[in-house]
């Protein structure tokens, strides 16, 4: 006999379990479907954990630095495992955490593997059989997994992607990163402090290329005055694994094809959507080019009733979008009115060394969109917080239109600036100008201060450079 509800959620990860924690909240009678575990990729094996990760190689990295700070530290070294292993108990407790939200919204959870049969049907194959639940609604929120290369599929022994990547069976001496995205980059840096020889390969021009082009050209020099190798405009062709390591084929930015030796690959060139046993084809829901689920403004899907969240559908593929996305779609489903999502209003962090956060246009993007604008910035050895850290390497970045005063973006590379973002997208959200950011008092000593002279160095207004 079918359980039926209000709502049932496809994937517990930070869209799912949000979407069906703000429905218990609106009385919804709510049930979600996990076929690993709750909090999925991003709590079990992403967002969480990998910061974890870059936790331990940040403090490694400050421990080789303690002559900077009038300390001595001799004889330093590190533990993978147990390095590993501190970033499995943090999955660990947080997956608990979401175990004990489930419970305190007396929302079902359906351990197994869903699929959509029909509009307001969802079979969910369990280890003790099949059960079939009903609802009017339902949210798809079944996330995404890494993309493989035709030639270099994912071994988990010299082939890695990020979740391999987060268990290594050992310390990669050599290491070949393909792809300078957010997950390419952090694991880099990972491993580059952890002691590794890390070359990354990216195609495109530019690492990290959806950032502002400044802050590229600053992360790369910074990257490379670490020890790593970087190559731009550059492809990986042919991959050959053996018990000893791997053999690179890779045609640098001028076309030159040469052999490369490496203990171990990681293969982060992007994602692909879970869709393929959700059921889909059977209803008629419409994907994109890249079969990620198409979505209107409230997260609906061409097919009634059937909503989808997060990295199932178009970027940008982040935690924090799919968490809103799920919020979106729930109150449209219990009647509410909730604003549509503006991408432009979606802050992105990078956990490399040093970090990087930006929000809204790049300066490149701003004028192709035919603004003419105003570009301030500060750098953060003009910064006595900064100074006093010992962290003067970075800069922080915004756009105006010259126009209105509008804020554009804001973009930022240093230290604990994926925590200063969010003042900016506080402000886009706000609607807000340089006036007000003018008139903004920042706190002494702060990193934030920064802020306030970029916005003062956009409008020639800039006090302590």
């Known amino acids: 006999m079918a359980k039926n509800y209000d709502l049932i959620v496809l994937g517990s990860g930070p869209g799912g379990y949000v979407a069906a924690i703000r429905a218990s909240q609106l009385g919804l009678k709510t049930a979600i479907v996990e076929r690993e575990n709750l909090g999925g990729i991003c709590l079990n094996w992403g967002c969480i954990p990998t910061k974890a990760l870059l936790r331990s190689a940040e403090v490694f990295h400050n421990m080789k630095r303690a002559a900077d700070y009038g300390l001595a530290a001799e004889k330093i070294s590190a533990d993978l495992d147990a390095v590993v292993k501190r970033s499995r108990g943090v999955a660990g407790q947080l997956n608990k955490g979401v175990t004990g939200l489930m419970k305190k919204n007396k929302i079902d959870v359906i351990m197994g593997d869903g699929k959509i049969v029909e509009k307001g049907k969802v079979a969910v194959k369990t280890e003790k059989g099949d059960e079939e639940l009903t609802a009017k609604n339902i949210i798809i929120a079944t996330g995404a997994r890494a993309r493989d290369l035709p030639f270099a599929k994912a071994d988990g022994k010299r082939i890695w992607t990020y979740r391999h990547a987060m268990t290594p069976p050992e310390m990669p001496k050599k290491l070949l990163v393909i792809g300078s995205g957010a997950i390419g980059i952090e694991f880099a840096s990972f491993y580059n402090d952890m002691g590794?020889?890390?070359?990354?390969?990216?195609?495109?021009?530019?690492?990290?290329?959806?950032?502002?082009?400044?802050?590229?050209?600053?992360?790369e020099k910074s990257l490379k005055k670490q020890g790593m190798t970087i190559m731009t405009g550059a492809g990986v062709k042919s991959i050959e694994t053996s018990a000893k390591g791997v053999k690179a084929e890779i045609e640098d930015s001028k076309g030159k094809k040469a052999s490369h030796d490496f203990s171990h690959v990681i293969v982060a060139?992007?994602?692909?959507?879970?869709?393929?046993?959700?059921?889909?084809?059977?209803?008629?829901?419409?994907?994109?080019?890249?079969?990620?689920?198409k979505t209107d403004a409230m997260c609906r899907t061409n097919v009634e009733g059937i909503y989808a969240i997060g990295d199932v559908t178009g970027g940008p593929w982040l935690a924090h979008k799919a968490s809103h996305e799920g919020v979106i779609a729930v109150e449209a489903i219990a009647g509410g009115h909730p604003h549509a999502m503006d991408v432009n209003n979606i802050p992105g962090c990078t956990y490399c060394h040093p970090q990087i956060a930006s929000v809204g246009l790049t300066e490149a993007k701003a004028k192709e969109a035919g603004h003419d604008v105003k570009v301030g910035n500060f750098p953060f050895i003009g910064n006595g917080k900064a100074i006093a850290l010992g962290e003067t390497e970075g800069f922080i970045k915004t756009v105006f239109d010259a126009k209105t005063g509008e804020l554009l973006g804001a973009h930022m590379i240093g230290a604990e600036v994926t925590e200063l973002i969010q003042g900016y997208t506080v402000g886009k959200t706000l609607e807000t100008t340089e006036a007000e950011l003018m008139n903004t008092v920042f706190p002494h000593p702060t990193l934030s201060e920064m802020m306030h002279e970029s916005v003062l160095d956009a409008y020639e207004r800039v006090l302590h450079m």
């Open 196 to 219: 590794a020889d890390v070359t990354v390969v990216e195609m495109m021009d530019r690492i990290v290329p959806v950032e502002d082009e400044e802050i590229s050209k600053f992360l």
């Open 269 to 293: 060139v992007g994602i692909q959507p879970n869709v393929e046993t959700v059921g889909l084809d059977e209803l008629g829901i419409e994907p994109d080019e890249r079969f990620h689920i």
